[in-house]
């Protein structure tokens, strides 16, 4: 007599759970090319379940199992860039338990002020008006050292003119990334990742797939200027928000870091 079968709420939980790490690292590879190993991985994982436990061939499962074997720490070179941005993503401030363990144990604020916000926009507004490229970090929880060392040490109060002739056409720095740290501008002219994502629009240049690849290993929001169209960007969390006003600017200055 075979065995009835019981659903229990864990194994409930047990698939939600899997579906959504599932999900999620589809989105996080979607639109570069690790995508089609990992397709590629999940089709092989299924046939490994099919050889293993349905049929229970044992040979050809046993050659399965010594592939999987080795091929764990294949999967880990492959993906080395992913799983550091999956790491990144679970340790940033975005992250519920990250926020709730910030509040209790930090009593640093990141945020800027409303002068500051109204220095950087007034700034930008001026640029984008002057087709002026620039691209603009703002530093949050995660240490930017690495890329401070990049540019040149500057370490000055935020001010729109001195933003404005940093990224002045003839400046030696304007073709770097300038790098805000709470109420100072601390360095400028950094190099920034670039992002290798397929998602980004061939129109876009440089500056946005860098800014888009520094928000993707980090929890720094980057303001980004065209300088082809003087329209104005804004890239956090891995994601970029095309073609902004100045007013919607202020927004995300204002609350980006709360």
């Known amino acids: 007599m075979s065995e009835r079968f019981v659903l229990r709420w864990v194994d409930v939980v047990d698939v939600i759970l899997v579906a959504f790490l599932l999900y999620k690292t589809y989105k996080m590879l979607n639109g570069t090319t690790a995508i089609k190993v990992f397709v590629g991985l999940i089709t092989f994982i299924f046939v490994w379940w099919v050889v293993t436990a349905v049929f229970q061939m044992q040979l050809l499962g046993a050659f399965l199992d ?17 799983i550091r941005q999956w790491l990144t993503m679970l340790g940033s401030k975005q992250n519920f338990v990250m926020r ?12 800027l ?8 926009v007034v700034a930008c507004k001026n640029m984008a008006r002057g087709k ?11 240490d930017l050292k690495g890329i401070e060392v990049t540019g040149e040490q500057i370490d000055a109060s935020i001010n729109s003119r001195l933003i404005e002739n940093i990224f002045f056409k003839n400046s030696p720095l304007h073709d770097g ?9 601390v360095a400028a002219g950094c190099i920034l990742p670039v ?44 994601e970029l928000k095309l073609d902004i006003s100045p007013e919607e600017l202020e927004k995300e200055l204002s609350s980006y870091s709360e």
């Open 177 to 185: 990334a300038m790098i805000i740290s709470k109420d100072r501008i």
């Open 66 to 82: 010594q592939i999987v074997n080795v091929g764990a720490i294949a999967l880990i070179i492959l993906f080395q860039e992913e």
């Open 113 to 120: 002020e409303d002068s500051d916000v109204m220095q950087i």
């Open 100 to 111: 709730f363990l910030t509040r209790i144990f930090s009593s640093k604020s990141t945020a």
């Open 195 to 238: 992002s290798h994502s397929f998602n980004i629009p061939k129109s876009l240049g440089l500056r946005h797939r860098a800014a888009l690849g520094m928000s993707e290993r980090s929890d720094a929001m980057c303001v980004i200027i065209s300088e082809e169209t003087g329209r104005i960007s804004v890239s956090k969390n891995g």
């Open 132 to 142: 002026i490229g620039a691209l603009i970090v703002l530093k949050n929880e995660k």
